[in-house]
């Protein structure tokens, strides 16, 4: 039997800031079509660790791997080009440019065309745009956002730039998806429409997904797995309804 491989494997991971210790002895394991959570209070080190993920920041200790590969030390556009991709706390969209235009930013990587052909527009050049284009509009589909593709992002609604957001991260064809808080300041019609575009998103295409989130009834209805960590280092990890009833997850986090 062929052994199964984890998109995202920890071993120790952590940094240290003039010896203080954001992020210590941090261990996870999540699988292809995976939606694990990472939750705690605030400043417990969540978005740290995602730092750490995507080559913000160079662990001081531990490692992480992606399929098997090793990659620390590897700068953010690596850690991207490797398979992670990410959503962060505060949208960052180009809001002058149109909806379409920041999904197609995403593939860049698969433009094969030179600059004689670009400033020339040759039949590469259009085949390419084309099919760039057809991409990125089935990725707004997806999202219902097909419909303002023209649209400049800075005009959407906040929680459909949201989901702009998650639609330029899946344009990078990535194998984990890590999403910072992606219900914050949204209502509750925006927050059920973003729970369906996750499902969607994991039933389409398969991805692991590591999602930090504070709305607890989003991460118990979309979470197979729970991670909790607090000052940094992991208190709890497992089923939603073995971490709902932790005692020291309870203490740290969810109140008595």
């Not at 080190?45 to 992606?66: A, I, Q, S």
């Not at 959503?87 to 698969?110: E, H, P, Y």
Request: glycine share 8%; with cysteine; proline share 3%.
């Amino acid at each position: 039997m062929e052994e199964r491989v984890p998109v995202l494997r920890t071993q120790h991971l952590g940094i240290a800031f003039g010896g203080l210790h954001a992020v210590e002895d941090f261990n996870i394991e999540i699988y292809k079509g995976e939606l694990v959570g990472l939750i705690g209070p605030n400043g417990a080190g969540k978005t740290t660790v995602f730092n750490l993920l995507t080559g913000v920041y160079k662990p001081t200790e531990g490692t992480f791997y992606l399929n098997n590969e090793l990659l620390n030390g590897k700068k953010t556009h690596q850690i991207v080009e490797a398979g992670i991709a990410r959503t962060f706390q505060n949208i960052r969209l180009f809001g002058n440019m149109k909806v379409i235009d920041n999904v197609k930013t995403a593939f860049s990587k698969d433009i094969k065309y030179g600059l004689c052909s670009a400033l020339f527009r040759s039949k590469a050049y259009w085949k390419t745009e084309r099919e760039i284009h057809e991409r990125a509009m089935e990725l707004l589909k997806i999202f219902h956002l097909e419909e303002k593709a023209d649209y400049l992002a800075s005009s959407l609604p906040y929680g459909e730039q949201r989901k702009l957001e998650i639609a330029r991260a899946l344009a990078t064809d990535m194998k984990l998806l890590l999403l910072d808080e992606p219900a914050a300041g949204m209502n509750p019609t925006e927050t059920a429409e973003l729970l369906e575009c996750i499902k969607v998103i994991r039933e389409q295409f398969g991805i692991a997904i590591l999602l930090i989130e504070h709305d607890m009834s989003l991460v118990m209805n979309v979470c197979e797995k729970i991670q909790v960590i607090n000052f940094g280092k992991t208190i709890a990890a497992g089923l939603p309804d073995e971490i709902v009833n932790n005692p020291e997850v309870i203490e740290a986090y969810l109140g008595r």
